[in-house]
Nanobody, 126 residues
Framework: QVQLVESGGGSVQTGGSLRLSCAAS????????MGWFRQAPGKERQFVAA???????????EYTESVKGRFTISRDNTKNTVYLQMYNLKPEDTALYSC????????????????WGQGTQVTVSS
């Protein structure tokens, strides 16, 4: 079993920055995708960013188009934590952000992820 705990959300004004954290514990995997997703009220869950890891090496990173150049996904191996650094935030970034793990596969499809955190709220005001 894997436990994921997000933190770092909050309320900021347009143009502000936040760094989300996702602390992972439990089982470890040699091949997995770590992903960030978001869901705004009344909308479907949306892919934000993901990293594909094989045997400790990151082999692929992908972002949804609307966050390219503003968000960066990264990982601190010593802390077993994945981050989502968000710059130049916009009101349309307002959502509940969740991290997730897909075991043994590369995917950006939410329904293919095996483990999810509870989410952290990001609110961007204009």
């Amino acid at each position: 079993q894997v436990q994921l705990v997000e933190s770092g959300g909050g309320s900021v004004q347009t143009g502000g920055s936040l760094r989300l954290s996702c602390a992972a514990s439990g089982r470890t995997f040699s091949r997995y995708t770590m992903g960030w997703f978001r869901q705004a009220p009344g909308k479907e869950r949306q892919f934000v960013a993901a990293m594909w890891w094989i045997d400790g090496a990151r082999v692929r990173t992908e972002y949804t188009e609307s966050v390219k150049g503003r968000f960066t996904i990264s990982r601190d191996n010593t802390k077993n934590t994945v981050y989502l650094q968000m710059y130049n935030l916009k009101p349309e970034d307002t959502a509940l952000y969740s991290c997730a793990v897909a075991e043994l596969r590369w995917t950006i499809a939410a329904d293919q992820y095996d483990y999810w955190g509870q989410g952290t709220q990001v609110t961007v005001s204009s």
